[in-house]
T-cell receptor
Framework: EADIYQTPRYLVIGTGKKITLECSQTMGHDKMYWYQQDPGMELHLIHYSYGVNSTEKGDLSSESTVSRIRTEHFPLTLESARPSHTSQYLC?????????????FGPGTRLTVL | RKEVEQDPGPFNVPEGATVAFNCTYSNSASQSFFWYRQDCRKEPKLLMSVYSSGNEDGRFTAQLNRASQYISLLIRDSKLSDSATYLCVVLYQKVTFGIGTKLQVIP
């Protein structure tokens, strides 16, 4: 089993609220990712980080922001949630070497914005 | 052209059938290849890595064809529990996921 965790698992919140989705891993992985996925649809990379103080935007434009102050922690923040942000958000990580380049996923946060 | 291409399906097959999925990739310098399985409303989970020599894990066989730039997944003796979406993943500097192929095994 992968040691990567996400909280909360489910979040229902009103429009305009600020939210932070937490992701942490205890595998010492330098690389971490955030994906967005609607039901039955493909994964879209929205943010990634290759190490502390490194963050990049992914292939899909997102109004969310991320930070990477510690290796094990990669939170995602929405300053003002909107119904269009309703989706599942999946965090993943992997190492740098050939033996650790497999990407492991957290269980996801299912976000509903009313 | 997408970096990783998969037929989204769905593939509807009877129990006990053999089913094969292909996935093509565009970057010839790609280094690592994987198949993931994703159940409905769950996170993707690693099914198997794909090695140049091909590899087998029980009823599942994965193969890599670098010359034609595709990987394949063969599932023998399909079970109802194999119903899921199978994601092809390619690594070259960054990880790229295919759209996934949906498999439905029918009783």
């Amino acid at each position: 089993e992968a040691d990567i965790y996400q909280t909360p698992r489910y979040l229902v919140i009103g429009t305009g609220k600020k939210i932070t989705l937490e992701c942490s891993q205890t595998m010492g992985h330098d690389k971490m990712y955030w994906y967005q996925q609607d039901p039955g649809m493909e994964l879209h990379l929205i943010h990634y980080s290759y190490g502390v103080n490194s963050t990049e935007k992914g292939d899909l434009s997102s109004e969310s922001t991320v930070s990477r102050i510690r290796t094990e922690h990669f939170p995602l923040t929405l300053e003002s949630a909107r119904p269009s942000h309703t989706s599942q958000y999946l965090c993943a990580s992997n190492g740098d070497t050939w033996s650790t380049d497999t990407q492991y996923f957290g269980p996801g946060t299912r976000l509903t914005v009313l | 052209r997408k970096e990783v291409e998969q037929d989204p399906g769905p593939f509807n097959v009877p129990e006990g059938a053999t089913v094969a999925f292909n996935c093509t990739y565009s970057n010839s310098a790609s280094q690592s290849f994987f198949w993931y399985r994703q159940d409905c409303r769950k996170e993707p989970k690693l099914l198997m890595s794909v090695y140049s020599s091909g590899n087998e894990d029980g009823r599942f066989t994965a193969q890599l064809n670098r010359a034609s730039q595709y990987i394949s997944l063969l599932i023998r003796d399909s079970k109802l529990s194999d119903s899921a979406t199978y994601l092809c993943v390619v690594l070259y500097q960054k990880v790229t996921f295919g759209i996934g192929t949906k498999l439905q095994v029918i009783p």
